[in-house]
């Protein structure tokens, strides 16, 4: 797998990784036509993005047969965390608590998931 500093993908290839995190393995023709569900992009596009995405490293392409397979050479959770860590760093000035306090202050959170947050929180405070 890839170090977390060069996993760098933009709003289309984290579309395209989270196509292949689903599946595992998938041709072009299998990502496009997923990502058709959502969006309208041309075959084309998508594979060119995934050559780009296999020259940057972020996915693994198998060639050995007439139709390529490809996979995900980044972990979801790494990519995750880093984009998470880079989304806090540069909009709330690295603060979680403001990310949290917005993310929850501006949406209908569940009793469910509030107790879920609390459980969370607690579990926090124990390790302190």
Same mark, same amino acid.
């Given at each position: =797998? ?20 689903? +599946? ?18 041309? @075959? ?5 993005? =995934?050559?780009? =995405?296999?020259? +940057? ?12 397979? @490809? ?14 860590? +880079? ?37 926090? +405070?124990?390790?302190?």
């Amino acid at each position: =797998m890839q170090d977390t500093k060069s996993i760098k993908p933009t709003e289309s290839e984290l579309e395209i990784l989270q196509v292949l995190w689903d +599946k595992g393995n998938a041709t072009v023709r299998e990502v496009h036509e997923t990502l058709l569900t959502v969006k309208d992009v041309g @075959y084309t596009t998508t594979l060119k993005l =995934m050559q780009i =995405m296999n020259e +940057k490293g972020l996915v693994k392409r198998n060639d050995s047969s007439r139709t390529h397979i @490809y996979k995900a050479a980044v972990k979801k959770e790494t990519t995750q965390q880093f984009m998470l860590s +880079k989304f806090i760093s540069n909009l709330f000035g690295g603060s979680p608590s403001q990310l949290v306090l917005q993310a929850l202050g501006n949406n209908d959170v569940s009793r469910e998931e509030l107790d879920q947050i609390q459980l969370m929180l607690d579990q926090l +405070k124990k390790k302190d």
